[in-house]
């Protein structure tokens, strides 16, 4: 079966029975389906209903339907997409949350822009699947989701990377200087003067102050005082080898 879904260029292959080579035997991993576009719930049903540790328990058609169905039928998994009437996904997903902590969802959506995959994880999901994936993925990161850990497309994933990279660098200002930078930093800090630093690092004067100008714009610090707390707060010198000289 090949199901198209509308209004997007989403394709779900659907394998054979077992193909997760999970035996029988084992608890099924329970799965709500929450999307306004019946085609779409009526196609992920059938693909996933043919793999052996999954069982679909419902479906829901808003998002207000999607919040009454977990009440009910107390699912593991919520497959939720994002455009939903109602309640959005997003919304659904903040009020899972805290009402269903156990319930793990996985939005499922062709939305990949940074501001909504953000949104996303903000929200409480466990994991992100674009709607173009492969049926495979999206049954990965069901059992993922279930498991207890994350699991997120990979364009998704190097967006929340990206984006975790850079929530680093303006959480620790230190990260945003070169090598060069911090040790112009500690012997500026170190009361030397730009052609006493030029001497020790066995380079130009106009090198250092051009270091000493990037450094300030950087930092958004404009006084020697101001680089020499910032060098103390972040242990690039101590007060102790400042020789108790604490700038006010």
Known sequence: MLLKSTGAACYWPCAGPGSLGMSATKKKIKVLIADDHPVVRKGLWSCLASKANFKIVGEASDGADA??????????????DIDMPKKNGLEVTDVLRKDAPNVKVLILSMQSNRDTVLRIIKAGARGYVLKDAPTEELARAIESVNGGEAFFSPPVAQIALNQYVTDADDTKPLAKLSERESEVVALIAEGKSNKEIASHLGIGVRTIETHRERVMRKLDIHSVAGLTKFAIANGMITIEEDSGRLPK
């Open 67 to 80: 919040i009454q169905k977990v009440k009910e039928l107390a699912p593991d998994v919520v497959l939720m």
